[in-house]
């Protein structure tokens, strides 16, 4: 794992699913995969390639290095997505001028 001066994670795509929530304080928990790499394939339905992302519980997670005759994807790039603030709540919350 390395982080990068963005605030970004480089990791291996071989990682498990549990290490990376912790590290995120996020439950990426799957009973059908261990690994990030894992987990990404089943949210994309597919084998990731280079470049591939998805974003799974506010992680967007894309596929940066490759490894091996079949380019078989080996480094990911994750980073924290800020949270959206909810526009309806902010203007419930607002004084009224009534």
Not at 24 to 53: C, I, N, W, Y
Not at 65 to 75: E, H, I, L, Q, Y
């Amino acid at each position: 794992m390395v982080m990068q001066e963005d605030g970004s994670l480089r990791i291996s795509s071989r990682l498990s699913t549990w290490e990376l929530g912790e590290m995120f304080g996020r439950q990426l928990d799957d009973e059908d995969v261990d690994t990030v790499g894992g987990l990404m394939a089943k949210h994309l339905g597919r084998v990731p390639t280079l470049g591939s992302q998805v974003v799974i519980e506010g992680l967007q997670i894309r596929a940066i290095g490759s490894r091996g005759r079949r380019n078989k994807v080996a480094t990911l790039e994750v980073r924290a997505l800020p949270e959206l603030t909810d526009p309806s709540h902010e203007a419930s919350s607002a004084p009224s001028d009534l």
